[in-house]
C-alpha cells in the first residue's frame, strides 16, 4: 500500500533501548492510532499506529496501517495506482476481501485472507492495489519493513506464502515471517523478524515462549485482549521491550478476539522515511523523487492497471529533525 497523504512527513527513527519491569512482569506500553485517509471524500481510512511519536520501530517493523472493516459499496474501496518503493519491504495481510498486486517485477497476485504477500523493494520497486469486484467487505492490515544498510539495495522481489494454522490452548496461530509456537515461515527475511496471526477464543489464554532479543508488538484487531497485565482494545498496540521469555495473552470478550504479533531485534540504523521511500538521508529521499518523476529505470514499470501513475508529492523545505524512540526505564 502506498502512503497516499498529500503532505507528507520525513521520519528520522533510531533504535529501542532495552528495558523491563522490576516485578519481572513484561512492561506493556499502550500506542493509539490515528486516522489518515487515503485519497477523496469516498476514501477508505486507515488506522496508522507506526510510525508515531511515542514509537517509530519495532524490530525492523517500521510501518502499520490498520483498516475496516470497510464497506466498499460506501467507500471506493482500494484502488491504488502504480507507485514505488525503496529500501524496504511490504507485507500484506487481510483478514476479509480481496486486493489485485501487480508490480515492475512482473508479479500478478491476490492477496486473500491468511495469505502472505510480501513485496521487496530494495533499490527500487513499483506496484498496483487493487480490491476486486467480488470484494464487498475489506479488512486488514499493511506493514512495512526496513531494510539493513548491507541490503536496502537488494533487488527487487516477491513471495507469496499461505501458512498452515497451528493451534495451541484456545488460540489459532498462522505464522507467516520468523518462528512462533513451534512453526516457521519459509520466507525469507534481511533481519530477525517476528510476524503471526492469533486468533483466540472466547476468554482463552495461551502463553508463549518467544525470544528474549525481540521487542514485540501486539495489535489488537477485535476484542479485548490483555497483553501481560494490561487490557488492549480494538486497534490499540501494545510494546513490550526486549527481555521477557514468554508473552501471555488473554481474550477477556465474551465473542472471539484476534491480534497480530511483531517482533525483531531492535533495529541499529538510523533511517529516513518519506512517504514510500526509505533511505539513510535526506539526499537519498530527493534522489529517489526525482528518479520516479522522470521514470526512471530503478522502478520499472506496473503492466494491467488502467490508470497512472502516482505523482510524488512535494518535498518538505527542510528536513525534519530526527525522530527517536524514547529510552525504555
Same mark, same amino acid.
Given at each position: 500500500m502506498s502512503n497516499v497523504e498529500t503532505k507528507s512527513v520525513e521520519v528520522r527513527c533510531g533504535a529501542a533501548v532495552d528495558g523491563e519491569r522490576p516485578d519481572g512482569v513484561p512492561r506493556v506500553d499502550v500506542l493509539t492510532p490515528r486516522d489518515v485517509p487515503l485519497g477523496g471524500p469516498r476514501a477508505m481510512t486507515v488506522r496508522r499506529t507506526l510510525p508515531q511519536r511515542a514509537r517509530t520501530l519495532i524490530g525492523a517493523w517500521c510501518f502499520a496501517d490498520h483498516y475496516g472493516p470497510d464497506d466498499v459499496s460506501e467507500t471506493d474501496g482500494m484502488d491504488v495506482a502504480p507507485h514505488p518503493h525503496t529500501g524496504l519491504q511490504t507485507v500484506s495481510w487481510l483478514f476479509t476481501g480481496e486486493i489485485e498486486h501487480r508490480d515492475s517485477l512482473g508479479s500478478h497476485a491476490f492477496v486473500r485472507p491468511g495469505e502472505l504477500n510480501l513485496m521487496t523493494g530494495g533499490h527500487g520497486i513499483a506496484h498496483s492495489e487493487v480490491s476486486t469486484p467480488r470484494t464487498t467487505v475489506l479488512h486488514g492490515v499493511q506493514l512495512w519493513v526496513a531494510l539493513p544498510e548491507e541490503h536496502r539495495h537488494t533487488a527487487r522481489d516477491f513471495h507469496h506464502h499461505v501458512p498452515e494454522p497451528v493451534r495451541v490452548d484456545g488460540a489459532e496461530i498462522r505464522v507467516f515471517l520468523g518462528s512462533l509456537a513451534g512453526v516457521t515461515s519459509p520466507v525469507p527475511a534481511f533481519t530477525p523478524l517476528l510476524g503471526a496471526e492469533i486468533a483466540l477464543q472466547p476468554h482463552a489464554t495461551v502463553t508463549l515462549a518467544v525470544d528474549r532479543g525481540f521487542e514485540h508488538g501486539l495489535l489488537v484487531d477485535r476484542g479485548d485482549v490483555r497483553l501481560a497485565d494490561v487490557l488492549l482494545r480494538p486497534a490499540e498496540l501494545g510494546y513490550v521491550p526486549?527481555?521477557?521469555? +514468554? @508473552?501471555? /495473552?488473554?481474550?477477556?470478550?465474551? #465473542?472471539?478476539?484476534? +491480534? @497480530?504479533? /511483531?517482533?525483531?531485534?531492535?533495529? #541499529?540504523?538510523?533511517?529516513?522515511?518519506?512517504?514510500?521511500?526509505?533511505?539513510?538521508?535526506?539526499?537519498?529521499?530527493?534522489?529517489?523523487?526525482?528518479?520516479?518523476?522522470?521514470?526512471?529505470?530503478?522502478?520499472?514499470?506496473?503492466?494491467?492497471?488502467?490508470?497512472?501513475?502516482?505523482?510524488?508529492?512535494?518535498?518538505?523545505?527542510?528536513?525534519?529533525?530526527?525522530?527517536r524512540n524514547p529510552p525504555v526505564h
Open positions: 526486549p527481555g521477557p521469555g +514468554t @508473552l501471555t /495473552l488473554t481474550n477477556d470478550s465474551d #465473542g472471539p478476539a484476534r +491480534t @497480530l504479533l /511483531l517482533g525483531g531485534t531492535p533495529f #541499529g540504523e538510523e533511517i529516513v522515511m518519506w512517504w514510500n521511500f526509505i533511505g539513510r538521508n535526506h539526499e537519498d529521499i530527493v534522489k529517489a523523487r526525482e528518479e520516479w518523476q522522470e521514470s526512471s529505470d530503478r522502478f520499472g514499470a506496473v503492466e494491467g492497471y488502467p490508470g497512472d501513475r502516482l505523482p510524488a508529492p512535494a518535498l518538505p523545505r527542510a528536513s525534519i529533525k530526527p525522530r
